[in-house]
């Protein structure tokens, strides 16, 4: 749908409203250019992770793997 900035004006929450309940956007036209009022949405934080191959080593060697805590003598 495309309507005049004017038109829009008129009627903002109506529209918006609109483009929300239906997912269509909503285009404006203005000084021979093109808006667009359109639903985005909501991306998931964990999607923007990058995998990284960061493990020095065989990853079977982490199983048996003892940390020391803090008051323990390391091991020699």
Known sequence: ???????L???LF???????ATGIPLEIKRK???LKI???DK??????LVAHDCLVGASKD????HI?????????
């Not at 109506?14 to 929300?20: E, F, G, L, P, T």
């Not at 020391?68 to 020699?76: D, K, L, T, V």
């Open 38 to 40: 359109s639903v985005e």
């Open 14 to 20: 109506k529209s918006v409203d609109q483009v929300i």
């Open 43 to 48: 991306k998931d934080k964990l999607a923007n």
């Open 68 to 76: 020391p805590h803090w008051n323990e003598e390391p091991e020699q």
């Open 1 to 7: 749908m495309s309507i005049s900035l004017s038109a």
């Open 62 to 65: 982490l199983v048996d793997l």
């Open 9 to 11: 004006r008129q009627d």
């Open 32 to 34: 021979g250019r093109i």
